[in-house]
């Protein structure tokens, strides 16, 4: 997967180059690159904002520049593939199931502005190229979209094939489809470690047991536990079929 981010801010997106992301970009399952907005500004100033029309707080970011940035990143004619994303406040929620649905994308190119936004025309003149996504990341305010695609790029890359180790896997992820059996679709519960007495805090001895099908029982019961406590929206949204007799006898 190609990803294109264009920022005022390139050095915001830095830790991109560590860990997890860092890895499979060095392993070339990622192909990330970052621009600088102001490389497609002709100006003296290079200017990327102006006042809004009709007054207003803030700035506007001008459309001609990420025109052109998006223009020169997908020239006209090589659209297949690629989705535009947009993060803004008003976008709709960024979920599992939309990180899912962008790692099917073959290119990602994000758009994350800063000021009061981009100029809608922008948005609108691109939807005419290729499919945009105006994405959030939750109910709060941020005071521009790099954040927003550190967890987007994150959450889409981890889901790659090869990204994530042998040891770990998707498959139980927290948030994922429930239908899928296993965690799925449930908080994570509590996970321990060594050493067994710690604090005067003793590790569940079901963990201890080396009894895989009862420890299994265990961390889903714990699960569902965390899920009803802290997430009810998540119980009422689970598939029936993915909830097996014991389950339902909580
Ligand atoms: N995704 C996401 C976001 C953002 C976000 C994302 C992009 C931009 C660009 C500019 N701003 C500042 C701004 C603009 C308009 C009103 N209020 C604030 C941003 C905020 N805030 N909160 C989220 N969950």
């Known amino acids: 997967m190609r990803i294109d981010i264009v920022t005022i801010f390139p050095e915001y997106l830095a830790p991109l180059d560590v860990s997890l992301i860092g890895k499979a970009a060095a392993a070339g399952i990622l192909d990330i690159r970052v621009h600088e907005l102001r490389t497609w500004t002709h100006d003296r100033h290079n200017t990327v904002d102006d006042s809004p029309c009709g007054g207003g707080p803030g700035m506007v970011m001008k459309p001609e520049p990420w025109w052109e940035a998006l223009t020169g990143l997908v020239p006209p004619g090589t659209e297949a593939g690629t989705r535009l994303i947009v993060p803004t406040p008003s976008g709709r929620p960024f979920t599992q199931r939309v990180a899912e649905d962008l790692a099917t994308a073959s290119h990602l190119v994000f758009a994350p502005a800063r000021y009061e936004g981009i100029d809608r025309r922008f948005v609108e003149a691109a939807a005419e190229r290729m499919p945009v996504e ?30 994530l ?68 929206d998540l119980i009422e949204g689970l598939d029936p079929d993915a909830l097996d007799k014991k389950d339902r006898a909580r």
Do not use: Q
């Open 134 to 163: 105006e994405l959030s990341i939750g109910d709060y305010v941020l005071a521009g979209g790099e954040v927003a695609v550190l967890v987007m790029v994150e959450a889409v890359g981890r889901l790659l094939p090869g990204v």
């Open 165 to 232: 180790g042998n040891a770990e896997s998707a498959k139980d992820d927290s948030f994922g489809h429930a239908s899928e059996g296993g965690m799925a679709g449930l908080l994570e519960g509590p996970v321990y470690t060594k050493p067994a007495t710690w604090d005067g805090r003793e590790v569940p001895p079901v963990l201890l047991s080396g009894n895989h099908a009862v420890i299994a029982r265990w961390r889903r019961d714990e699960a569902l536990r965390r899920t009803a406590a802290m997430r009810p």
